[in-house]
């Protein structure tokens, strides 16, 4: 039976949720404090830990329903240590704070860094969630593609980055892992709940108010979801709850390999070591800006929709991460039935800073009905000339390069689609990538700073109600999200 007293409650035991309750509760451990899942109980799952298992997630009970437009398919991915677009969320809130000076002490609290010689200046070495490198995890750990795949970037110009979280993104460098002995790290793993009471498989319906003698509300408890359909009174006009949606989106593409049985992929037989399986088959992310010219271009050719974008594309920021994994990861999302065989392996192309808004919304009063989402994928010049450039840079690693040359023999087109070759042209690339594109699901913005919240993430029109979750960033963070979430508990607790 749910309590029907708490000093805190909690609602969403994600990232941010369960690492908010555990320092509130370390804090003060007389407090009583609630955290409350909508979801199953998902500590004894293998999937949320197991490195590759984690990709069986996508479209589970774990994810949940929605209601959304085709292309939107929810997908559970590793994470690295990546960070946001601290300086430019700083400029939107207008508070230092937020900026990466502002958030690095934040950064290194969380962080269990697993070189000891790192500049102690950019790196933590005593906090709960630990980070290693691909190449460090394990001495048996050692991947036949790591030198080729970089020898194929170098040959395209791109340097390498000794250490990627120092505060700048460029470049090629080592992926960091936030797994430990070879298992992922969800919040709840790295961030203690003892005392804390949680409820999973509980639904929310509504937050409660009351008025204090001032006339304003003030949040006071919550209402648990029933069966029954409620009217929804409105206390606080704030129109922009729901909107300036923004998410990650990739194209995913399948190579076949030319020499399989040199052990070069997930499936091969010669990967004897269970190190090979401590984390994603993957060495090196790829973070580059799209050329001056062509972003320029892009943008004087644009729609109305580029022109009045609220998440202009930077020129000088970072727009694309590139990541070539040792493993036919994700093929079954664009239909493709491929073996973990070692006969494949697959690129993917991000777009860190996706130009086009979309929504989420209530589709009835019960809390018990899935949402309403348009993620408004690829709606902008800015977006498509991004992606068309990402996916051409890839093919010309795999297929031009003197080291793709050697590994790769070609690409594998998805069912009823042409294969992509260096001669394909710009409306082949868009075809593909509006026919395969799969989300990273790592939707932000719906509840952004100076829109629907303080800096200080409290809700404007009301007290005692803050939001502390990925959907207060004004705009897209440039990296996986985790680490930035994470700190979001931190900063508020």
Known sequence: MAPTEADYIVVGCGLTGCALTSRVKQGDVSLNILLIEAGVDATDDPRTTAPMDCFALSQSERTGPTRQCPSHTPTTLFTTTLLARPSEVARIVGEP???????????????HHFDASADPQQHGFEGPMRYVSVSASDKERYYLLREPIQAAWTDLGVKHNLD???GCLARISKIEENWHNGLRQPSHR???LNGVQVLTETRVHRVLFTTNGEGKHVASGIELADAVKHNIPLLTDLPQVGRNMVDHFALFQFWKLLNPSHGLAMGTPLWASPAYFQGMPCDWAVKKPMPTHLLSAALRTGSV??????TPMPLSRYHLETMIIYAPTNADHIGLKLAMDGTHVTSSVMLLLPTSCGTISLASTSATDPPAISPNYFATATYHAALIYGTRRVMKTMLATAAGKEIIASEVAPPGMRE????SEDKDIDERIRGARVSHAH???IAAMRKVMDRDLRVYGVEGLRVVDASVFPVPIGGHPQTSTNKLALVNE
Do not use: H, I, M, R
């Not at 000076?101 to 962080?111: A, M, R, W």
């Not at 992509?420 to 001669?423: C, E, M, R, V």
């Open 164 to 166: 990627t979280n120092n």
């Open 190 to 192: 790295a961030y203690e």
């Open 305 to 310: 929709s580029d022109a009045d974008a609220e």
């Open 97 to 111: 704070c937020w900026s990466y000076k502002g958030l690095l002490p934040f950064f290194k609290k969380s962080e």
């Open 420 to 423: 992509l070759n260096l001669q």
């Open 443 to 445: 939707a932000l913005g």
